[in-house]
Each structure stands twice: as C-alpha cells, then as structure tokens.
C-alpha cells in the first residue's frame, strides 16, 4: 500500500500552470468502484494496478494491462487483500503484496461491505494488515511464491530495474522483538509507526534493515540507474511526511523536502535529475503533484492544479509519460490518468537547466582568432567582462558560474596550446569541501516533556555538538561571561558560585549593553558565542542556551546558522532560543528575561539562578558536501611535459563570492543578495595568466623562447573560501611524490608566481614575498626597467592568497597586488572599473619575470621567514607560538597545522606541519576558536605544554610563548 487517502479534494490556482508541464491527459481506467498505483513495465508496454472491480471482494485486486492493445488479466487471487504490484525486469513475473492466506479473509470481506453500506460518510484508510505477505507470480504458468513469509505487514515491493533485489516495507520487527509496554499498546492502535525499509535479494533471501528511526518509513522506489532508493519519512506523531533518498545500501540519507507538510509517494524520473511527488503543501485535503530536484537543493515546483486528488505519480521508461492516481475524474472517485510529460520544462523551473526562452544574455567568449600573441589591453578586457558578467554569477565555488569559469580557462588554455595537466589527461584538478551546514532530520528540544519547535522556539548553533542530550536541570548565568585570573581588567564572572555541572546553561546572547565602550573592548574577547560554549564547556556544563533578551532588540531572535571558518564541533551541545521560551524556562523563578537583563545591562553582576524545569534535546546538523575543480594547464619546455625538472608556476584565483557574498561580503542591506561580480578580485589576475600564458607560447611557437623548465599555468577555485584549491594541489602532490601531503616540496617547484587583484592599480604596484628568495629584488629590477611601474615591495610571505600554500611548502613565490578599494567584496567590482592599461603592464611585468626564472639554468633559492608576530590574530592577543593553522582543516577535532614558523617557539619545541593541536595550556582544543581563546591565557615567557596528535598518536612538548609585541 503505498496510497494514504483517496478522498475529494480541491485544488487552488498556482502561478506555475499545469499545462506547462503535462499535455494530452486522458483517463486510462474506467472499470470498479476506483483504481491506483499504476507502474509500467521495463519497455513502457504494460501496466500494473490495482482496482476494486473484483465481484464479491470490496479490497483491491491486482490487474495487468497490456497498453498496445488493451488486454488485461487479473493477476491476483481474488480472495483477500491485495496492494502494491511491480513488473519484473525481464518481464515474466510480477509482484505483490496479499493478504489471501488469511482465513478470515472472506469474513472480512463481508464485513467491508456491511461498513460502507451502514456508513454516511466513510473516508479511505489502510489498516497495515499483518497477514500482507509479498508474492511472486509467474505469468506463463501462473504460480504464486511467498517471498517475505513473516508475520507482519510486508508490501510497498519493487524490484530493482537489474532485477537482482527487492526494496519493500514493513513492521515485522514490532512483531519479532520484545516492546515496550508503551509500543505494545501503540502497536495495536498505529501499526505504520513501525514501518521501516528493507531490501533483499530478488527471490526474498538475504534481508537488510535499511531504515531505524521512530515512524513510518515506506514507499521506496529504486532510481533508474538502481543506486538511489527514495521513500517517504513521517515524523513520530504520523503528522508530517518528506520526502527522502538513500543509496542502495543505505547509507546517505537525507531529506529532499523540508514542507512541514504530508509529502509521499516519490518517484524517480528515469533521469535520475528530479523526483515527483505528492503533497498536502496546500491544504490539508488538497492532494497535488510537486517535483524536486535529486539534490533536494531547489524549493519543490507544483505541477497540478486541477479539482480533485492528484497522487502516487510514475514516469514510464523513456521519461515521455507521466501516469498518477487521480479523483478529477467523472464521480469524484480515483481512476488512473496518462499524459505526455515535459522533461525539458521540468529541469528548467528547477534549475537545472536555462530555459531557451528566458532572456539571459551570456557574454560572448574571446575570439582567439582575433587575439594575438601580445599582452593588450583589449584581451584582457575580454577575459575579465566575461568572467565578471552576470552569467557567471560570482563564480563561487562549487556553483555553475566557477564551472563556466573553469571551463572557458581550460577552453583558452586548448586554444593556446597548452598541455593538460589535471586529472586524468584533464584540465581540471577536482577537490571536495565542505560548503556549509544545515539542519538535519530529527533535532528535537523538549522543556519539561512539552516538545518545542525547531527554527520557531529554537535552533541549534552551526558549532554544537550533535546527538541527544538527556533531560537535564537548567541554570541561568547572566550573560555567561568570565573572564581569567591572568587578565589585566577588572574581573568578570556570570559563573560566581554557580554549580552547572551536567546542566544546561542559560545565557544572555551578547554583552551587557549600558556598559561603557572601554568595559566592551575589554570582555568582547570573552563575549562571542564560541568562548561562552568554551566557557561553559569547561565547567562541566551539558548545554549551552542563548537568549537574545528584548533589550538586544534583534531582528531575528535566533541566532542563524552561518557558515564556519571551522566546522569542529564545540564539544557541547549549543542552541538557541527565542525570548518567549526564555521566560518559559525562567517561569517558576520569579524572574523575566526583562528584569534580569535590565540589571545586568547596568555593568553589576548577579549570582545565577537555578531554573525550574529540565530539557532534553537531539541535535542533528548535516555538513554540506560540493566539488570544486582547479584548471592546469603546461607549456612545457620541450616536446612532452618533464617532472624531473622542476617547473614554475603561474597562477590566480578564478573564485569570488557568487550571487550572494555570504559572510565574506562587506555589502550591506540587500546589496549582500546581489551578484559579486569581483572584476579585480580576481578576475583581473585570471586574465593576466591567460595573457602571460598565450605571450609565452606565442614566443616558443616562433623559435623566440627557449625554455630550460616547464611552466604551469593554474587557475585556483575556494581561494575565498581558505585557499581550498591550492592547498589540495600542494597536498595531493606531496603526498604523490614523497607520501606525505605535508611534506616539503622545495626543489619540486623553482616558485609559484600569483597575482590577486591586479586591476585598480592606485600609487604603486604592490610585490609581496621578497624575503622569500633572494633572486627576487634583482628579478623585479631587470623586469621592470623597460616597464617602468611604481613599485612597493613587501618581504613577508604569508598571505591571504594561494601563494601562501607553496611558500609553507618551501617554495620562493612573489605576489603582485595593486591594493585594496571601496568596491572589495562588493557588488559593484564590476569589469567596467578596471585600470586596462596598468593591469596590462603589470602583466607584461609578471610574465618577464616569469620568462627569466623558465629560461635559467637554477631555480629561486628559497629563504625561510617567520610570519609576522601581528597577522590574523585578535585584538590584545599578546602570546605567540608561531604556529600556522590549516583553515580549511574541516570538521578535524582539534587545530590542524598546514605549517610552523622555522624560528618560532612552536618549531623549538618540535611542533610540525600536519600535527593537530589537542590541548594546550592543559586545556582541552577542539578548534581553532578554543585554540585562539587559551593562546590568551598564556603568559610570555613562561613554560607550559602542548599535546599535538602525530600519526595517531598524542605526543606532549614543553613550550614558552614569545611575545608579539
């Protein structure tokens, strides 16, 4: 049984018409009382239903039908009840699911048809009949097989499209484990509440549980290609359904529909693209066909409009036709119904696809027939109008716009003459990251047994730990502040002889906010959500719950899930909650949120409060998973690419910040939702490789080049998002050449050239990491004698662009940067404000420097530097240990290190790159925000410890802060 309701309904007027997607419907059955749950077989010939037309037997019975000429047969015994068929793939069996061994059955029957001859109004129901067994039967000697043959309800089958296994559903585990006394009572009044997945072999054999969570799972179907099962998932109370998807195995699951609705009957097109679907989105008994994309990442489209239930949808083997159960026919009773489907129309509303007939202008690619071996201003005006336009929209990682933009790099880099240098004979160097979090299916909050909703009463942090937390007291801690001993500010504790040990912790969302701007500077450091979970963490709390308060005046009460530098766990569980469930969990107390905050706000501290009530949760945040892709490309110096001798490098950063900056944007308003086009970041550096690439080439093809190394023209992706793509490069290549991804790699390079930003040149060109080989300074001054630029030059070589990954390697590189502007990070770096003739000098610039280095006999020297004592550290942070976090570490439990600082403490001590710090100070670190907060806990010049995870194993060195000062 894979139908719910078949009831009237009545439908609403959508903007999205029907007929956009469905044309020429017509009625395919007629016969019975009413008919459903039509599947084609393998080649779109045949159907099977199921109807009630059977004389003498109210239930359904099962129907083969023969769809070039018509024919049908029953297929079913005729006795009992019968639901959910399916054609095998070889088309010489069938299955169902049957209650006609039942020996009540003709009993049973009788009594159907004795309640609805009695009954005014009677809606239609499933009762989960325990006798269901699934069968098989054969149609040339028409023999049945019991396939499940165990008691419970077994139905809802379907083979895979191979014809090797079987998907079903089924509660026959309430039947062969112990219950509870509470299930056992359930049982007998919800038997769908146990309904879970299983597969097995096509003849029944080797069964496997592929679903366990409270509430019914069922209806599965296997994708076309057979490595995706969806299904529909209700909630404990039976009240919501979504609609989901698995592999095969069962592993992956996760939503696709988040409606709050009931949302059931899935089904692939054979496509594998998007998946249809039934809904109650739009009224309780308003049934309607909606379809979502595989990826669950676009909002569901509805499809139907017409009066009358549309449900249990299914596209025939080619994706042409769509057949569905519908009560639009004559007598309001369900009948099956056929149309011609609109596949193309389907993908564009979801994205996944252009519509033909939208407007979208896509800017013409360079003509590289029109172009010439020269570095000119109005190549590079191509590239970057092109990588700047709207089309592309922001190019952020992971997205369609870095795919046309690594494409049309790579399209270039062919049309040069450039070898690939990717993956498998490729331009593109693919790497995964982590994108970004969300909310999974099942996080739950209840404040005393009463269960509260999430994303209205609450919402986990994007840092909390997940999994359940057993009910626990609750204790309020002011704004949940302390400061240490060791600071020099007057002290501060929101914890004064409280005990929250194994409590959760209720604590105000920002600071206090009458206290003066000196006091703010002064506890900001201990006042981000991170330290106050690290705070409370350490004093043996189990949660932490943030409240806003009304004197915050917030627009949103929650606090959002965005985006983490880090994704590492707090090791705490985290939520936060609105002000109403804040004074719910103050009721009993005496207090509000609004006295407490009003005397807190004044700068004077209270002793915390022990709340009334418990609360119990499960937190469940999902990590968003996306593909990037580098684009390499080598003009080597001789016939084939030679890694015996080490090349150059020659890259920029083809990433910006997409549609919507995200955290990274400095735009405000509705501004942050439009297109960062980002023309000089880094658009302006991307056309000057391609530019620096094609002159090179161009010379080598006359006889005017002769290359003593190979050159490596690279185009990184998730620079934005912490150097993703080059670190990848870096890792993955040392992990080829010496097994070890954090090896060094100096000799395996001669340098790595980068320009970031190279398009509003202002006074001067900026030329950073000088100090990393002392070739550079006499380098820069030949080339730049017959260019004759402004130059500033800078030693340091840490930076926040990809150079930074080879130089940590130990490998010389030199950035060129012409500064930062008003319009960085913004909508309006737009290609039309870029310095043409500048930008091209400095790439005539960068490419003589890169010509010299490929044409010499030695390689850079390479000079080891300590980073600056200053960079990216937190305002009064003193304490240095000259470590080098890897930003794009991931969810790594602890602060993985990309590099060290060859004269730091860190280093002395005989910290490595690729240790993951563990516990510093003798306090526990589980990312880089707990690591950044301790590091001001230590004292310059006094000894204490640090335990790094090397190679699995936890390792202790002694250690003493230097200062930065």
Sequence with gaps: MRSLLFVLFASAAFAQTEADFITNPRQLTFEGRRAGEGYFNADGTKMIFQSEREEGNPFYQIYLMDLETGDQERISPGMGKTTCAWIHPDGKRVLFASTHTDA???????????????????????????????????????????????????????????????????????????????????????????MEIYTADADGSNVKRLTNVPGYDGGPFFSADGKRICWRRFTPKGDVAEVWSMNADGSDQKPLTKLGAMSWAPYFHPSGEYLIFTTNLNGFANFELYIVDAAGKHAPVRVTSTDGFDGLPVFSPDGKKLSWTSGRASGGQSQIFIADWDHDHALSVLGLKPDPQAPIPTPQAPDFALTTGDIREADLRQHVTYLASDALGGRLTGTDGEKLATQYFADAAKQIGLAPFGD????????????????????????????????????????SQNGEVKAAKIVFAGYGIETPESASIETYSSYAHLDVKDKWVLVFRYLPEGITQERRNELSRYSSLRYKALTARQKGARGLIVVSGPNSKVVQQLAPMTFDA???????????????????????????????????????????????????????????????????????????????????IVGAHIDHLGSSGGSNSRAKGDEVNKIHHGADDNASGVGGVLEIAQWLADLKKQGKLTLKRD???????????????????????AEMIKGDANAKLTGMFAACLNMDMIGRFQKSLVLQGLGSSSLWAKEIEKRNAPIGLPITTQNDAHLPTDSTAFYLKGIPTL???????????????????????????????????????????????????????????????????????????????????????????????????????????????????????????????????????????????????????
Excluded at 910 to 927: M, P, Q, S, T, Y
Aim: glycine letters at 10%; hydrophobic letters at 35%.
């Design 104 to 194: 009540n059955s003709k009993k049973l029957q009788e009594a159907e048809y004795e309640e609805r001859k009695n009954a005014k109004v009677r809606k239609y129901s499933w009762d989960y009949d325990e006798h269901y067994e699934i069968w098989e039967y054969t149609l040339a000697d028409k023999k049945l097989k019991n396939l499940t043959n165990t008691r419970g309800y077994d139905a809802e089958g379907g083979w895979s499209p191979d014809g090797k296994k079987m998907v079903f559903a089924s509660n026959r585990q309430a039947y062969e484990t112990k219950l509870s006394k509470e299930d056992e009572e359930r049982l007998k009044i919800d038997k769908q509440y146990f």
């Design 424 to 463: 498998d004979n490729t331009y593109f160097d693919n790497f995964d990251f982590t994108a970004g979090v969300a909310l999974g299916e099942g996080n739950k909050l209840a404040l005393s047994g009463s269960e509260l909703k999430v994303e209205q009463d609450w919402k986990p942090l994007s840092f």
């Design 566 to 648: 880090s994704l590492a766990s707090s090791g705490i569980a985290a939520i936060s909650v609105t002000d109403a469930v804040g004074d719910k969990l103050l009721a009993g107390t005496g207090k509000t949120l609004k006295e407490l905050q009003d005397k807190l706000d004044t700068g004077d501290l209270m002793g915390g409060i022990d709340c009334k009530g418990t609360l119990a949760a499960n937190i469940v945040i999902q990590q968003e998973k996306k593909k990037g892709r580098n684009v390499l490309a080598v003009l080597p110096y001789g016939q084939q690419p030679d890694p015996h001798v080490a090349p150059l």
């Design 711 to 733: 050159i490596i023209f690279a185009a990184w992706s998730g620079e934005e998002l912490g150097l993703l793509g080059s670190n990848h490069f870096v890792e993955a290549y």
């Design 815 to 965: 950035n060129a940067f012409t500064g930062s502007h008003a319009d960085y990070h913004m909508p309006s770096d737009t290609a039309d404000k870029i310095d043409y003739p500048n930008a091209a000098k400095i790439t005539k610039l960068m490419g003589l420097i890169a010509r010299g280095i490929a044409t010499a006999d030695a390689a850079p020297d390479y000079i080891a530097m300590e980073a600056p004592k200053n960079s990216g550290v937190r305002t009064g942070l003193r304490a240095y240990l000259g470590t080098i976090p890897d930003y794009a570490q991931g969810d790594t439990k602890g602060v993985k290190l990309s590099g060290v600082s060859p004269i730091g403490p860190a280093a002395k001590a005989g910290v490595k790159a690729g240790d993951i710090i563990i516990k510093l100070g003798g306090k526990d670190i589980a990312n880089i925000y707990d690591y950044t907060y301790v590091m001001g806990d230590l004292k310059i010049g006094k000894e204490t410890t640090i335990t790094v995870q090397r190679d699995g194993k936890s390792v202790d060195f002694k250690i003493t802060p230097g200062s930065r000062d």
